[in-house]
């Protein structure tokens, strides 16, 4: 079964709104390696429609003008993209294609089908509902030393809990915490419990 990897710029008070804002001085090598981790070895990328409309204006560009990222570039522009949308939407990038049907039904069986890994980047209203049915196996999670204070944040308000697996994490020289994220079960018990723990 192909893997779903999620990946997303987050602030420590969970605000993944307009990163292109505030985490750029926080981007060195190793966040590159880490963002070339997570969507480098994907053969298929899923997007919202309004993340798709912003790579797809960015990074044809950037293939074009053949500098330091044009090799990413030419890789997002060769994968299958595969848009989430409800609205009209024109289709300028190449190997590109809308999402046919439900998303949790459709995501299902592209999981299904023979390939490699699917990425998604930013994309928070597919990440939410990805997540609530299970189907990201790896949710990567740049979290940077700074809170925010407004804007959309990444887990909205509900009713139950979303329980996460931590797989694996790593510091960055600037302060950045790169976590990996797996499906996790809801662990029970209370403070006699954890004060056998206390010294």
């Known amino acids: 079964?192909?893997?779903?990897?999620?990946?997303?710029?987050?602030?420590?008070?969970?605000?993944?709104?307009?990163p292109q804002d505030w985490h750029f001085p926080y981007f060195n090598e190793e966040m590159g390696a880490a963002v070339g981790e997570q969507m480098g070895t994907a053969d298929t990328m899923l997007f919202g429609r309004t993340t798709y409309e912003g790579f797809a204006a960015a990074w044809p560009e950037r293939e074009a003008a053949g500098g330091p990222d044009a090799e990413m570039a030419r890789h997002f522009g060769d994968v299958r993209k595969i848009v989430a949308t409800r609205h009209?939407?024109?289709?300028?990038?190449?190997?590109?294609?809308?999402?046919?049907?439900d998303l949790v039904a459709a995501v299902t069986a592209l999981k299904q089908e023979p390939g490699g890994d699917i990425g998604l980047s930013g994309s928070v209203s597919i990440?939410?509902?990805?997540?609530?049915?299970?189907?990201i196996d790896e949710l990567h999670l740049l979290i940077h030393p700074i809170a925010m204070r407004s804007g959309m944040r990444l887990f909205e308000e509900a009713e139950t809990p979303l329980p996460l697996t931590l797989l694996r994490s790593?510091?960055?020289?600037?302060?950045?915490?790169?976590?990996?994220?797996?499906?996790?079960?809801?662990?029970?018990?209370?403070?006699?419990?954890?004060r056998e723990s206390l010294s």
């Open 1 to 18: 079964m192909r893997r779903i990897t999620a990946g997303l710029f987050i602030a420590l008070d969970g605000v993944v709104a307009e």
């Open 88 to 101: 009209d939407i024109a289709l300028t990038w190449r190997n590109s294609e809308v999402l046919q049907g």
């Open 127 to 135: 990440v939410r509902q990805l997540l609530a049915a299970k189907l």
């Open 170 to 194: 790593a510091t960055f020289e600037t302060g950045v915490i790169h976590t990996v994220y797996g499906p996790g079960e809801i662990l029970e018990g209370g403070y006699e419990q954890a």
